[in-house]
């Protein structure tokens, strides 16, 4: 590791403090005493004028060396030694490669910058993006935005990065604004301030500098200052109570940065300067009449908001007079220094203030914990570490609290009665994520699936949409949406109206992937019996609509902004839980990726070992499928022969059925239930004794269960007898119809299911019989499943559905291997095998 010349003198005096006092060392380091200050001043007296003020300079780099910045970026670090940097978009590992590099030309460790508002995947390549502000605005409470401060903090801190430039805590109140938009929390100046602490608080628990931006608000603009200079001409009263408010919480709440946008505000700053440069606004406003003490950074001074108002040499001098710390982003960073330090010879500048404001940046780098040097960032699993499943389920957790339910005429969701009832999906533009939607639709029942990809003409629209005139539900998707105000939201008028008149007296579920802004441009939206807004097209969005349609998962999210006739705050709500759901609940504290990986290994040594050719494992914690996982020739939708588990799922549940309704006893004979032939020892056989398979046609009670088809035969007789059916409509007709069992059928060699269809079942039995809202099963009967269920629970070929009511734990895992082939059987322990390692995990 390259120790910075500093370094020395640092780790002496830190040595020195920690015998002498208790100092706190955390990710989130804060001098504790005058000490590290002494620390501080030992380095600025140390330092050059130019050094000083290179310090307060942040420069942009990528990882392409070839890249006109990054050669810059590079130049700048080892010759003028700026005191930070700034990523822009890169490949995750040459990312972090530069980033070492940089790190070890730096005389002083560099503060190592990015703007991710969403998270590190903002800037760097492979890592799991979180959602946008506006959406996390749908959220009925600021505790996940929290979470996802402090795991954009996590992530932020594992690539060396030390602050993020994030939140936005301007107010949306322009529909039309350009470049804030879908960045902001919302309209409710209340809930912009709040989430936005709640960021701030996160990243800062994790060690990670935030940023409250852009002062002094720039949501009601319509012009981008990337590209020109806003003007903000609202009256002084009216930007101090609305626009400044999130600004005063955020303050009052610790934030370390502000930055300061580039906006033309004559009500603030006569001269028609941008703010970012404006001393009326920075020094007056922010910190003499907001008393804010901590760093104020200027926007990137490279955006035509402010790059045109001078030359970029003297942007940054004039950035300096008004009060900003850090300059980010400059041109021409040599001349710019050249200019300052000329300001500060000349006693323009005072050495006093020019002290104070490096010393700032000092503090800020000891403040975390990189002024006494840093090690380089470690590769050992950087990717794992930067995409853990708690993240993945973090984001899961969001989705489902705040996609919004806008419509729900006549209750339309969540569907309960699956028993007759058609579906069809139709996704529009679904190159990304239809697919995903439909396979998770696909989940709870049959699905007539139709995906229409790329720029499909009217035609083939419409002849889609007569495909599926004659469907019970009908379940509409906007995939390809924009968020861009400016382009309309490229919604096609056309093809709406086309999808509105389909809709008109259908039942039809509309699921919006996109910004909430464009619901009024939707044009006779209200015919549509359900209306989705799920805020962008992400996988998380996708599955966490697919639970809402069927109440695995509730509706709590509400409108961040007005849509149309929707107020801000408008959602109807939804109770949740009423199906199973797909995917790690939130604060599972289980390794899930050991978890996989360990019965991952135990089936993949059966499928080399050729016992079977492909598997399906199922796991059910609580009400959420965890793994769901195939293997080999089967996939999860794949029917395989239950073999001996058959009767867990048709003749038990049937049998038991039957008892709840008194039209038999389990402690009935057999022969009084059915006619047997006068000798059949069937005769004096009670049922309850060939459920558990203790009946012996010799008389003898066997000392344990042993399996046998006869007794499944005669059960079989008496369904017959007494429901009038054959015993395979019968179930089919109580159970599978219900429960949108649509991959269970029986065929000549026997019962056929998968691993999905029997956690439903069992899902039903663990609800007392009710699933969706619906009695499937009589309660008694679900209560008598339980009871018996263990003796129809295994197979000869190691499949199993094995339950664990202590630890809320269901094991599924079916096989293709024949019950008959010796090497087949060999596999018989593997389903103890897997339920060991559950037991071992949990």
Request: with cysteine; glycine share 6%.
């Amino acid at each position: 590791m390259k120790i910075p010349q500093f370094s020395f003198l640092v780790v002496a005096l830190h040595i020195t403090s920690l015998f002498c006092t208790n100092v706190t060392l955390a990710q989130n380091y804060i001098p504790a005493d005058s000490r590290d200050s002494r620390v501080v001043e030992n380095i600025l007296e140390r330092m050059s004028v130019r050094e000083k003020i290179a310090q307060l300079f942040i420069v942009a780099f990528s990882s392409d060396t070839n890249d006109r910045s990054t050669v810059e970026a590079i130049e700048m670090v080892k010759n003028e030694r700026v005191g930070g940097v700034i990523l822009m978009n890169s490949p995750l590992t040459p990312a972090v490669k530069m980033i070492n590099y940089l790190q070890s030309l730096s005389k002083i460790p560099l503060l190592v910058t990015i703007d991710g508002e969403w998270g590190a995947a903002m800037r760097f390549d492979s890592i799991i993006p979180f959602p946008r502000q506006m959406q996390l605005g749908a959220l009925p409470s600021d505790s996940l935005v929290y979470r996802m401060g402090v795991a954009i903090g996590t992530q932020a801190r594992r690539v060396g990065v030390d602050v993020n430039f994030a939140p936005t805590v301007d107010i949306n109140n322009n529909p039309r604004n350009p470049v804030i938009n879908t960045r902001s929390f919302g309209q409710d100046a209340q809930i912009v301030a709040k989430y936005g602490v709640a960021y701030m608080r996160g990243m800062k628990d994790a060690g990670v500098m935030g940023s409250a931006k852009h002062f002094p608000g720039h949501g009601d603009t319509e012009v981008d200052s990337h590209k020109s200079l806003p003007i903000l001409s609202f009256p002084r009263s009216r930007i101090d109570s609305l626009e400044l408010y999130p600004f005063k919480v955020l303050i009052e709440a610790g934030v370390d940065m502000v930055m300061a946008g580039h906006l033309q505000i004559p009500s603030l700053d006569s001269s028609g300067r941008p703010s970012s440069i404006s001393k009326p606004i920075i020094s007056d406003l922010l910190r003499r009449d907001l008393e804010y003490t901590g760093i104020i950074i200027t926007d990137a001074l490279n955006m035509k908001g402010v790059a045109d108002y001078m030359a970029p040499e003297l942007l940054p001098l004039e950035a300096y007079r008004a009060g900003c710390d850090i300059i980010l982003m400059p041109e021409k960073v040599s001349l710019a220094l050249d200019v300052i330090e000329s300001a500060v010879k000349k006693g323009e500048i005072s050495m006093h203030s020019l002290n104070m404001r490096c010393k700032k940046i000092l503090t800020a780098k000891m403040k975390l914990g990189i002024l006494q040097g840093r090690e380089p960032i470690s590769f050992n699993n950087l990717h794992e570490d930067l995409n853990k499943p708690e993240y993945s389920s973090l984001i899961s957790a969001i989705s489902q609290q705040s996609l919004t339910l806008l419509r729900n005429e006549d209750e339309t969701l969540p569907i309960k009665v699956l028993k007759g009832l058609q579906i069809a999906y139709l996704s529009l533009g679904g190159d990304k994520n239809g697919k995903e939607l439909a396979d998770h639709l696909s989940l709870y029942t049959k699905i007539d699936t139709t995906i229409l990809r790329g720029d499909f003409s009217n035609d083939r629209l419409l002849r889609s949409l007569n495909g599926i005139t004659d469907k019970d539900h009908i379940i509409v998707a906007l995939h390809n949406t924009d968020s861009r105000p400016q382009r309309d939201f490229d919604l096609d008028q056309r093809k709406l109206k086309i999808i509105t008149d389909f809709a008109n007296n259908k039942k039809v579920t509309f699921i919006y992937f996109g910004n909430p802004l464009a619901i009024p441009f939707i044009k006779n939206s209200s015919n549509f019996k359900s209306l989705i807004v799920a805020y962008s097209n992400t996988l998380h969005n996708n599955i966490a609509a697919a639970q809402i349609i069927f109440g695995a998962a509730g509706s709590v999210g509400k409108l961040p902004v007005p849509a149309g006739e929707y107020p801000m705050g408008y959602g109807i709500k939804l109770e949740g839980g009423k199906r199973i759901s797909y995917g790690i609940g939130d604060n599972f504290l289980i390794d899930i990726r050991k978890l996989n990986s360990s019965l991952d290994t135990i089936v993949m040594r059966d499928l080399r070992e050729k016992r079977y050719n492909g598997a399906q494992l199922v796991v059910l914690h609580k009400d959420n499928v965890i793994i769901n996982n195939s293997y080999g020739d089967l996939k999860i939708d794949s029917e395989v022969n239950l073999n001996r588990i058959s009767a867990l799922i048709s003749v038990l549940p049937s049998i038991t059925q039957l008892k709840a309704r008194g039209i038999i006893s389990l402690e009935d004979f057999a022969g009084s239930d059915v006619k047997l032939q006068k000798r059949s020892p069937y005769n004096k056989a009670l049922i309850s004794d060939l459920l558990m398979h203790r009946f012996s046609v010799d008389g003898k009670l066997p000392e344990f269960p042993q399996y046998s088809k006869e007794n499944l035969e005669i059960l079989n007789k008496i369904i017959v007898s007494k429901t009038k059916l054959k015993a395979e409509d019968f179930i089919k007709s109580e159970l599978y119809d219900k429960a949108g069992m649509n991959h269970t059928s029986f065929k000549k060699e026997g019962l056929f299911s998968n691993a999905n269809d029997i956690v439903k079942f069992i899902s039903i039995v663990n609800r007392g019989g009710e699933y969706a809202g619906v009695g499937i099963l009589e309660r008694e009967s679900a209560s008598a499943i339980d009871l018996f269920a263990h003796y129809h629970s295994s197979t000869l070929n190691g499949g199993i559905v094995w339950r664990d009511h202590s630890r809320e734990l269901t094991l599924i895992f079916l096989n293709n291997g024949d019950e008959s082939d010796l090497n087949s059987q060999s596999a018989v322990k593997t389903g103890d095998m897997l339920r060991h390692c559950l037991i071992d995990f949990f």
